[in-house]
């Protein structure tokens, strides 16, 4: 009897957990069996290793062969672990060297010639494996040039099993085989657009900038053509980099949503899903294995819903505990899914079915109870969440076809979004918070950020009218910090709370 150990990763969200992979034979009836919560295509792993190993000259022991994961409480998914549980079932044969595969991570899909195809989620995995100390992991060819992103951790490419059982010292003949490619990149702009490209539209522009500065989340509204999806398309290019922490956080998730990750891209995200969207689609999702859903792709950056009236009421609601915690927990049976969800929301409708309800020489052929009922799918407590809510126009054509260019580019208002945000990190370094939009209303509304009276005078007012919720009270007081940012002042007045209870409310205070 010999017990064979080697290491693999399992994946719950974004979180990497190390797996032990002991494999046992004993003399009973021959059998090849897998248990510590595998699902089914962990489950099929037995036959797809009993026929790499067969093709790739490995000999399996002719005895009961038990391979267990350890934690067996911990619910394993995915073909992932192909590799690491050839390596240990080949091992209990003592052709390999037990200590150099039991200090080693192995990650990958074997294919029945014993190949190794790739698989999603090896960026976090690698990471888990380099957290953990390991040294030396093992991942298909095709996911060598992602692994290598991991600093501290040796990553070795490889295209066969073969290859790997060298490695640990079987005398095996590696026959040259073409390895399995990796899936295409996504297909990225060539260049983000600019802001300079916005012609007319100088209050949409501010509006987009104080979003920006304080991570605030916005509503636009207006007819068709009046430019709220060349605006929000803008808004990553005056986003500042992300630090190096949130691009791999980033990464990370592209990875795990089955893209090919071969940089570390430290543009803001931008993702709009059609309004056709499910629930699943837009949180994320899955019977079997939890995948990261649009809001999710969209950490870190822009969530852009486009006729956000059209989509279903239940998945726009499915946003508001997300938009509040920044992060969203998937529960199905047997398992819970934690991923990281902050990202900031950029609603743009129309004000009516046909979209020309109010628009100046335009004729609106919706009923009253049509435009009621359309204005009513962004649910009261979605709209309270939203900070910005901004009326959008169409142009006047002499300005549209003049060819002038708006006199800021996406540049200038990257450097004062950041120079906005530097004065919010400084004034919250002592905080968890970084952004004025994280700031716990509390904070804003007792202590020394309170506002003197006659600032904050416009605000108490609407509050006691009714035309805020205590949330929409701590949201304009964000804002509030956010134009005084921009103003480059220390202390919000009565100009910057009442632009603030404007931008939130579309009216004057």
């Not at 992103?149 to 060298?166: C, D, K, M, N, Q």
């Not at 490209?197 to 053509?225: I, K, T």
């Amino acid at each position: 009897m010999k017990t064979a150990r080697t290491w693999a990763v399992a994946m719950t969200g974004v979180d990497g957990h190390l797996v032990e992979i002991e494999a046992d034979v004993s003399n009973q009836t021959p059998e090849f069996k897998i248990i510590g919560l595998p699902d089914k295509a962990l489950g099929e792993a037995a036959q797809r290793v009993h026929n790499a190993c067969k093709n790739a000259q490995l000999e399996l022991p002719r005895q009961r062969l038990t391979v267990n994961l350890s934690p067996a409480s911990l619910p394993k998914h995915g073909s992932g672990f192909d590799l690491g549980i050839a390596v240990a079932a080949v091992a209990t044969r003592g052709v390999l060297e037990s200590a150099s595969i039991a200090r080693t991570v192995h990650i990958g899909e074997l294919g029945l010639d014993g190949r190794l195809r790739p698989v999603p989620g090896v960026l976090p995995a690698v990471f888990a494996a380099a957290r953990a100390g390991f040294a030396h992991v093992f991942v298909p060819i095709a996911n060598k040039a992602e692994a290598q992103l991991v600093p501290g951790i040796e990553v070795h490419g490889v295209s066969t099993l073969g290859e790997v059982a060298r490695w640990h010292g079987a005398d095996v003949e590696v026959a040259e085989v073409v390895p399995v490619p990796a899936a295409p990149a996504p297909e990225h702009a060539a260049e983000v657009p600019d802001l300079a490209d916005v012609v007319g539209q100088e209050e949409a522009v501010d509006a987009l900038l104080a979003a920006a500065a304080g991570g605030h989340h916005l509503l636009m509204s207006g007819p068709p053509g009046a430019g709220k999806t060349m605006l929000a398309q803008r808004m990553p290019g005056i986003l500042p980099a992300l630090t190096e922490e949130a691009a791999l956080e980033v990464a990370s998730i592209r990875s795990l949503s089955g893209d090919s990750v071969t940089v570390i891209d430290t543009l803001p995200p931008l993702e709009a899903p059609h309004h056709s969207a499910s629930v699943a689609a837009l949180v994320g999702g899955g019977s079997r294995a939890a995948r990261p859903g649009s809001i999710v792709r969209a950490h870190r950056g822009i969530l852009f819903l486009d006729e956000a009236a059209e989509f279903s009421r239940v998945a726009l609601d499915a946003l508001r505990q997300p938009l509040e915690s920044g992060r969203i927990e998937i529960h199905r049976s047997g398992f819970t899914a934690s991923f990281p969800a902050r990202f900031q929301l950029v609603l743009a409708t129309n004000p009516c079915p046909c979209g020309n309800y109010g628009v100046r020489g335009a004729e609106c052929v919706c009923p009253p109870m049509a435009i009621r009922r359309y204005s009513s799918r962004l649910s009261g407590p979605l709209r309270d969440r939203i900070d910005i809510e901004l009326q959008v126009a169409r142009v006047a054509a002499a300005r549209a076809t003049s060819g002038e260019r708006s006199a800021r580019d996406s540049a200038a208002a990257r450097e004062q979004v950041s120079h906005a945000r530097q004065r919010s990190s400084r004034r919250w370094a002592e905080t968890p918070w970084r952004l004025n939009a994280e700031v716990p209303g509390s904070w804003l509304r007792q202590g020394r950020f309170r506002l003197p009276i006659p600032a904050r005078a416009p605000l108490d007012r609407a509050l006691e009218r009714g035309l805020l919720t205590l949330r929409g009270y701590d949201r304009v007081l964000r804002l509030a910090w956010t134009m005084a940012d921009l103003a480059g002042i220390d202390t919000p007045g009565r100009d910057e709370v009442g632009r603030a209870l404007f931008l939130k409310r579309g009216a004057a205070a």
